[in-house]
């Protein structure tokens, strides 16, 4: 992620989110995410725009709905796409700016818009992870 304030992807925000839920996402985590992504699209089921993906953690209909995928349907392209982590910092930065919480001051704002409801240990990560920046 260090290279994303470089790139002048550089909204607090944004950055903050990727850090977080990063810490609630890791690595295997997201592999068993993808794993059911291929699934679900392989059998036609609907549900398959609910599942979150990639760093920024961000529904596969969002995705889709903020331009950034054409289909929530599992290909090697998609999948490419939702791991690539300058489009993970442009779908939640759109996503920000969708809700018009973009340059919202207040984590527990930002976490009841991000999380989908009001959590106070994503809040207090938030805060942390902003510090930080």
Known sequence: MAGLPRDGRADRNVL??????????????RAFEY??????SAVGNRSVGRITVGPA?????H???????ESTRFSVRRFLRVHDLDANYEVC?????????L??????????????????????????ALAAI
Do not use: N
């Open 16 to 29: 903050a989110i990727l850090a977080v839920e990063g810490f609630y996402r890791p690595r295997p985590r």
């Open 35 to 40: 794993a059911g992504w291929l699934a679900l």
């Open 57 to 61: 953690q961000v529904r596969l209909s």
């Open 63 to 69: 995705w889709r709905d903020l331009g950034m995928l």
């Open 93 to 101: 930065r759109r996503y920000l700016q969708e809700r018009r919480i």
């Open 103 to 128: 340059g919202e001051g207040d984590v527990t704002v930002i976490t009841r818009a991000y999380a989908g409801a009001p959590r106070g240990d994503y809040a207090t990560m938030l805060q942390q």
